[in-house]
């Protein structure tokens, strides 16, 4: 009995044994299966010694990996080479090396990609260049020869005593419609950007803005082929809307303006292309000049075209421009144009205006209800028409108020009345074309005192030959919806032309046009 326990003990013992045996003999068997399908595998190439800072942490590895760090590294790469066969289709996995290779390429793509793009906008600013540098030539062509014929235009031919050079500007004119182009930026909030009064006192600012944003022909939607990029901020809304009043603080103002230059110029890139001398800004508020310090490249590089032209405070006529100052009470100009002629006009001088800066006042003392010739009032009496005396006068005297812009400049071109320009430091409307001399009457404000002499010194001839250019100059500061050729939009457009068409760009050319300006 005891052998027999004996025997039954040994077998309990041996077969679990066995069992021990039978599975480690399995398991060295597909051991072994699996080293011979891993040695049929490529293994990876090693990474180059010179490689990142990932190749050389790999080769600090100098003592030979354990057996289990090994079965580690085979099933990883087991893992990896069916990953990429079912992904990628590669014939074997990619060395970390090299995708840490394709990323360095990568960003070396893009960061090529991003100056072939800088090439390109260098180069599209070469051609815009080269196209204005062209127009200059040919309009210098014609100035220097003013007896040359100019284009002949069915439209209109400018001619006469009321330009500087009417062949020289007619032949800009027609460059400027061949090829200038305007940008308008569109990103802005509604109520500050691409808005403004359409009638009153600022209404040349509005209309501008309203003129470009519903599109003319010098508009592109393509910025690549734009010569000038415009900001179509209104500096009246940003009054309107932002300013606290009798603050007299624009300091948020130019917040506004800086962070619209700031916005445009991270989004596009045109603003750097050329440090801000091919963008323009338009305001006729009396604060426009004041905003416009919001960056000094605004104010000193970029156009400003700006009602109150005042060179005591900064503007360069040599780079800005005069927008006229247009009263617009009803919104339209009909009704305000045209008057009787010369020998229906009785009145020598007249004005009527409040009390609104120095040279005012010094007209009022010297002539208010002084003489039935000179009618100068401070308040019209209601039963009096103001455009009627304007039409019944010769010479209608134009005085600079708080700011140097006056519209009465505009009213008195509207009723056929010479202007009598009595200003400091004001740079008139296209004076870089016109000849205000020969249809205007600038008077010194020493000379307030002498205003009739002065008036009654020039002959009757000669106030004919001035009345008949103001009617002549009329077309050029008319307003039209929509706008036509010669008009006061186009003019304003013509001014931005010239002062676009002097500048030398940022970038330096392969072939820069070195003669003088136009």
Not at 57 to 86: A, G, I, K, N, W
Not at 365 to 378: A, G, M, R, S, T
Request: with cysteine; proline share 7%.
């Amino acid at each position: 009995m005891a052998g027999f326990w004996y025997s039954f003990s040994f077998l309990a013992f041996l077969v679990p044994l066995l069992t021990v045996v039978a599975v480690v003999s399995m398991l060295q068997s597909f051991d072994s299966r699996l080293a011979s399908v891993l040695s049929s595998e490529s293994p990876p190439p090693p990474p180059p010694a010179s490689s990142s800072s990932f190749s050389s942490s790999y080769h600090s590895y100098s003592s030979p990996p354990s057996s289990s760090m090994r079965r580690r590294d085979h099933d990883q790469s087991t893992t990896e080479v069916h990953l990429f066969h079912s992904s990628m289709k590669a014939s074997s996995p990619q060395p970390l090396t090299n995708v840490i290779t394709s990323n360095s390429e990568t960003a070396a793509e893009a960061a090529s990609m991003q100056s072939a793009k800088k090439r390109r906008k260098a180069s599209n600013l070469e051609k815009l260049e080269a196209a204005l540098a062209k127009a200059r030539t040919a309009i210098r062509e014609v100035a220097l020869h003013r007896n040359q014929t100019s284009i002949r235009d069915g439209d209109y031919t400018p001619k006469g005593r009321i330009y500087w050079n009417p062949f020289a500007f007619h032949r800009s004119y027609i460059e400027m419609e061949k090829t200038f182009k305007i940008y308008v930026y569109e990103e802005g909030e509604p109520s500050l950007v691409h808005i403004g009064p359409c009638k009153g006192m600022y209404s040349s600012e509005g209309l501008f803005i309203d003129w470009m944003d519903n599109g003319n022909s010098f508009r592109t939607n393509d910025p690549e082929e734009a010569h000038a990029f415009f900001l179509p901020f209104s500096v009246y809304q940003m009054v309107h809307h932002i300013y606290v009043p009798l603050t007299y603080n624009v300091s948020s103002l130019k917040l506004v303006v800086a962070d619209y230059i700031n916005v445009i110029s991270r989004k596009h890139g045109y603003w750097e292309r050329n440090l801000g001398k091919d963008h323009f800004m338009l305001s006729c508020h009396d604060w426009g000049p004041l905003t416009s310090q919001a960056t000094p490249l605004l104010y000193n590089n970029s156009i400003r075209v700006l009602c109150n032209a005042n060179t005591s405070e900064g503007f360069k006529p040599a780079k800005d421009a005069t927008l006229p100052e247009i009263n617009l009470q009803s919104g339209e100009i009909s009704g305000t144009l045209g008057g009787p002629p010369p020998s229906e006009r009785p009145t020598l001088a007249f004005f009527a205006g409040g009390v609104h800066g120095s040279i005012r006042r010094i007209l009022l003392e010297h002539w208010k209800d002084k003489d039935p010739e000179v009618l100068v009032y401070e308040y019209l009496p209601k039963n009096l028409s103001y455009y009627d005396l304007m039409r019944k006068s010769r010479f209608c005297l134009c005085p600079s108020g708080y700011e140097v812009a006056s519209p009465r400049i505009v009213e008195a071109i509207y009723t056929e009345c010479v202007p009598v320009v009595i200003s400091k430091h004001y740079v008139l409307p296209f004076s870089d074309v016109l000849d205000w001399s020969s249809f205007s009457v600038k008077l010194p404000v020493s000379e307030i005192g002498n205003l009739k002499k002065i008036l009654m010194g020039i002959s009757y001839n000669r106030y004919l030959t001035m009345q008949r250019r103001v009617k002549l100059v009329q077309r050029h500061f008319v307003i039209n919806r929509p706008p036509r050729r010669y008009d006061v939009f186009h003019m304003v457009v013509h001014s931005i032309w010239l002062r676009r068409l002097n500048q030398r760009p940022h970038i330096s050319l392969h072939k820069e046009d070195t003669g003088s300006g136009v």
